[in-house]
């Protein structure tokens, strides 16, 4: 049927494409993503122009949602190859959180701030 191949192809599209909104990106960053996954909520955005105000279109426990922005510093986080056999411990939520170029980073037992 016409409706039913137009149907196919809208889910071809891009996000945008198919809702018939801007994915403009805002300044700054997600935060990080530590909740666990709720799979069955559906996503509340696809893209930061959906988003009032400074707030950007981000993944929370496995779905899109408008959350405060944070400023990212330069140079990206070490990779941490260790498991953790003790319980997770965050020492800081955001690079902010963080002294000098020192930036907020995920470690095998929670997030703390390490040289990028």
């Not at 494409?17 to 530590?34: F, V």
């Not at 279109?57 to 070490?78: D, H, I, N, T």
């Not at 963080?98 to 990028?116: E, F, L, S």
Request: some cysteine; hydrophobic content about 20%; overall charge positive.
């Amino acid at each position: 049927t016409p409706n039913s191949d137009a149907i196919s192809r809208s889910a071809l599209l891009p996000p945008a494409a198919r809702c018939g909104c801007s994915l403009t990106e805002k300044w700054g960053s997600c935060p990080p993503d530590d909740e666990p996954c709720l799979l069955s909520v559906p996503d509340q955005c696809a893209g930061d122009s959906q988003c009032p105000s400074t707030k950007k279109c981000c993944y929370r426990a496995c779905f899109r949602q408008c959350v405060p922005r944070v400023s990212v510093k330069l140079g990206s986080c070490p990779e941490d190859r260790l498991h953790c056999l003790s319980p997770t411990r965050h020492m800081c939520s955001q690079d902010s959180d963080c002294m000098g170029r020192k930036r907020c980073c995920r470690g095998a037992c929670g997030r703390d701030c390490r040289d990028p």
